[in-house]
């Protein structure tokens, strides 16, 4: 007799630990393969944030004129 007939996997309730562990460990790898991948990642997750930032602010100050030179510089 299968006690587990209908029920979810037991996988199921530590899928947010399995992701986390599997996120971690592709990084690690990509860590070995390329020691400046990190350094990189922080330049474009900073530039990302300034655009953000900057485009945040000109839309509170209600200028157009501001957008189209974000829009060249992206």
Known sequence: M???VG????TSAN???FLHI???SRLLDVLRDDNRAIF?????????????LARHAAAEAGRPEADKRLRRAA
């Open 7 to 10: 029920r979810k996997p037991q």
């Open 40 to 52: 990189r990642a922080a330049s474009a997750a900073s530039k990302a944030a300034d655009w953000l």
């Open 22 to 24: 599997t996120t971690t």
């Open 15 to 17: 899928l947010p630990a």
């Open 2 to 4: 299968r006690r587990n």
